[in-house]
Each structure stands twice: as C-alpha cells, then as structure tokens.
C-alpha cells in the first residue's frame, strides 16, 4: 500500500502550504482505524516524523514544528492534512505520509512509501 503526498511547492519565509495524502481505495474501509503520520526528509537528512494523527484523533508534534503545523484528518474523505504555518527555510524537504504503528515507545511506519511532495521555502 503507498499513500501519495500532494499539495507541495514553493512558499516564502512565514508563509503556509497544506498538504494532503488520500489514503488509496484499497485501504478505504479501514482507513478510519489506521494511526497516520508525516514525515519530513530534508536535503541529505534522515527522513523524520513530524506530526502523527492516531484512529482517535490525538495528535502529536516534533518539537521543530510544534506550534506551526497542524495535522488532521477527515475520514469521509480517507484524507490526512498537514497545515503549515510560519513556514521557514528549514521545513524544506520532500513529506511523506504513511500509516504508523507504536513499537516499544517509538512510532513506526510499515507501509511502503508513496511519492512525497516537495516543499521549498525560500524568498
């Protein structure tokens, strides 16, 4: 199962981007039930996450983008949204979303990954 990123592109400094990942029809019927997360892969970085949305809607954020982003999801639509706020050069990179699970006290992707959207912050 990949789950495909959409919504990236240029945006300056202090700016806002709203990305979306629809979850493919294979998975509609359960999509409700799956813990989603995005990730974020910086120029010659790891990829990390940063937001995840749990099946009951709790939500939680690196600390680098806590107070700017903001996750959800609608699950009529089998879509998760990352908002972006006060953007900075920083947050470029490509994002990704996927379904995560918890292991041990760590989030975990275990799907493949889908096609990212590339998100460039610059003036």
């Known amino acids: 199962v990949q789950l495909q990123a959409s919504g990236g592109g240029l945006a300056q400094p202090g700016g806002s981007r709203r990305l979306s990942c629809k979850a493919p029809?294979?998975?509609?019927?359960?999509?409700?039930?799956?813990?989603m997360g995005w990730y974020r892969q910086a120029p010659e970085k790891q990829r990390e996450l940063v937001a995840q949305i749990t099946s009951t809607f709790s939500t939680d954020y690196a600390d680098s983008v806590k107070g700017r982003f903001t996750i959800s999801r609608d699950n009529s639509k089998k879509t998760v949204y990352l908002q972006m706020n006060s953007l900075k050069p920083e947050d470029t990179g490509v994002y990704y979303c996927?379904?995560?699970?918890?292991?041990?006290?760590?989030?975990?992707?275990?799907?493949?990954w889908g096609q990212g959207t590339l998100v460039t912050v610059s003036s």
């Open positions: 029809r294979s998975i509609f019927s359960v999509f409700s039930n799956y813990d």
């Open positions: 996927n379904t995560i699970k918890m292991v041990g006290d760590t989030w975990t992707s275990y799907n493949e």
